[in-house]
T-cell receptor
Framework: NAGVTQTPKFQVLKTGQSMTLQCAQD?????MSWYRQDPGMGLRLIHY???????DQGEVPNGYNVSRSTTEDFPLRLLSAAPSQTSVYFCASSNRASVTGELFFGEGSRLTVL | KNQVEQSPQSLIILEGKNCTLQ??????????LRWYKQDTGRGPVSLTIMTFSENTKSNGRYTATLDADTKQSSLHITASQLSDSASYIC?????????????FGRGTSLIVHP
């Protein structure tokens, strides 16, 4: 049981380049989300999805796009990378039917934008 | 606005000593409070969950308390070990089943020295 898998683990981009961070989960969770973690800022929600075909914005959505075509996958796209997007990105999933709402996190993707 | 404040921001203790981390929240309506442990370079992992009716819950050497009246929680670590060195994040959910947008604290960074 792999849980939540993120790829790549590390990426370096130049300003203006685009890329996609991949996230896949094998727990059949309806809820999936993307966070960024910056020093001293804690985890901040970028986008989330409560099921296939449904996405919504979180606290810091600008510069990022998401889609949810399947229950398992929730990719995060950076359309034109900026140095301010240098961060560690975490994908998390949750069982929507659970009364406890535990989030299961991936191992993170460290992105550097030069 | 829902907020979660954690203190101290960082803490250094000697191996074998006890310590207590604090979490104050202004999240309403309250559903549950979770403590997550995040090892360096890894994703957060849930340690314990507290619901409104619970005052104390233990998970090995970790004991969480909740005072719903004062909206405060604490995480007590007994007989600390080097492996306890990590960031501890308090997360409060405001809907049954867990909010789709949980509120995160910024974490307490704990370093345990031999």
């Amino acid at each position: 049981n792999a849980g939540v898998t993120q790829t790549p683990k590390f990426q370096v981009l130049k300003t203006g380049q685009s890329m996609t961070l991949q996230c896949a989960q094998d727990m059949n969770h309806e809820y999936m989300s993307w966070y960024r973690q910056d020093p001293g800022m804690g985890l901040r929600l970028i986008h989330y999805s409560v099921g296939a075909g449904i996405t919504d914005q979180g606290e810091v959505p600008n510069g990022y796009n998401v889609s949810r075509s399947t229950t398992e996958d929730f990719p995060l796209r950076l359309l034109s990378a900026a140095p301010s997007q240098t961060s560690v990105y975490f994908c998390a999933s949750s069982n929507r039917a659970s009364v406890t709402g535990e989030l299961f996190f991936g191992e993170g993707s460290r992105l550097t934008v030069l | 606005k829902n907020q979660v404040e954690q203190s101290p921001q960082s803490l250094i203790i000697l191996e074998g000593k006890n310590c207590t981390l604090q979490c104050n929240y202004t999240v309403s309506p309250f559903s549950n409070l979770r403590w997550y442990k995040q090892d360096t370079g890894r994703g957060p992992v849930s340690l314990t969950i507290m619901t409104f009716s619970e005052n104390t819950k233990s998970n090995g050497r970790y004991t969480a308390t909740l005072d719903a009246d004062t909206k405060q929680s604490s995480l007590h670590i007994t007989a600390s070990q080097l492996s306890d060195s990590a960031s501890y994040i308090c997360v409060v959910s405001s809907l049954p089943g867990g909010s789709y947008i949980p509120t995160f604290g910024r974490g307490t960074s704990l370093i345990v020295h031999p």
